[in-house]
């Protein structure tokens, strides 16, 4: 199965919470279904990219980044690379590179999509078509930041830094997961 084949997998067999999230999922397979490149970065006016909304093990923090290019704390994750299969592999790999936390344990649906302009390696305005998955880190992980990031923290869901993207519809699907 290619990554473009596991990402219309995934998404047509995915049931989010809410009307938002629906149609969000329908736009998503409706630009795979039109774009045989949809899932690699050299694609124009979007692709697809694989984050992770990496939670400690008590599920009381999540851990950001601070983005270099972007200025701002995000979840882990990225663009999908050739060598990806799934997007939930994607969404771990990305995980595992940008914390440097080694026996990350993934869930295998996403808990939230979100599309995005950005100017991206391409050097061109373009969209990011998030698929976002939940993690959970083993007790006791101390992150340790890439090349990739401009820090690395953890930070109390109740209480996420200013200079940061709405974050709160992606931790509140994670939390509803978890109950």
């Known amino acids: 199965m290619t990554l473009h084949a596991d990402a ?8 989010p919470v809410g009307r938002e999230q629906e149609a969000l999922r329908q ?18 006016p979007g692709h697809i990219t694989a984050s992770a909304l990496v939670l400690d093990a008590t599920g009381e923090r999540t851990l950001l980044t601070l ?15 050739p060598t990806d299969e799934t997007l939930l592999g994607a969404a771990l ?9 080694r026996g990350l344990r993934i869930e295998t649906q996403p808990i939230h999509v979100d599309v995005h302009p950005i100017t991206c390696s391409l050097g061109v305005p373009t969209r990011h078509f998030d698929v976002r998955f939940l993690v959970r880190a083993p007790v006791g992980a101390q992150p340790v930041r890439s090349a990739e990031s401009v820090d690395l923290q953890w ?11 709405d974050l709160s519809p992606m931790v509140e699907a994670a939390l509803e997961r978890l109950r």
């Open 8 to 15: 219309v997998s995934v998404l047509a067999g995915w049931q």
């Open 27 to 44: 736009a998503y397979l409706g630009f795979l279904a039109a774009r045989d490149d949809a899932c690699a970065r050299s694609c124009e």
């Open 67 to 81: 983005h270099p290019r972007v200025g701002r704390w995000l979840q882990l994750g990225g663009h999908c690379e």
């Open 93 to 101: 790999r990305e995980a595992t590179e940008e914390s440097g936390i």
């Open 155 to 165: 930070w109390p869901l109740d209480s996420l830094p200013g200079n940061v993207d």
